[in-house]
Nanobody, 124 residues
């Protein structure tokens, strides 16, 4: 069982940065593939970024490549998403998720555990 708690969301102006964190309670945290997903108002949940269990391999949606950076620290059971050059279209609820195995890019339906989400609002 894995419990995930996101934090770091808020209101930011376009062009600004924001860093999200996802704290996990799991003895085997370092064995999980982790991802960030976003749900914009009126839209389906979509993949944003993912990282493998060791942190050595990362994957990004085309819309965030070059602006977002995903990372993890297995020593403290935490994953991060550094978001730079934010755009109004990045607005939404950001969720972290975990799975033992997944396709690439990860499909939301294939993730095993989810956090409650944290709201990011980017003003123009």
């Amino acid at each position: 069982q894995v419990q995930l708690v996101e934090s770091g969301g808020g209101l930011v102006q376009a062009g600004g940065p924001l860093r999200l964190s996802c704290a996990a309670s799991a003895r085997s945290f370092s064995t999980y593939f982790l991802g960030w997903f976003r749900e914009a108002p009126g839209k389906e949940r979509e993949f944003v970024a993912a990282i493998d269990s060791s942190g050595g391999s990362t994957h990004y949606a085309d819309s965030v490549k070059g602006r977002f950076t995903i990372s993890r620290d297995n020593a403290v059971n935490t994953m991060y998403l550094q978001m730079n050059s934010l755009k109004p279209e990045d607005t939404g609820v950001f969720y972290c998720a975990a799975a033992l195995t997944t396709t690439l890019p990860p499909n939301p339906n294939g993730m095993d555990y989810w956090g409650e989400g944290t709201l990011v609002t980017v003003s123009s």
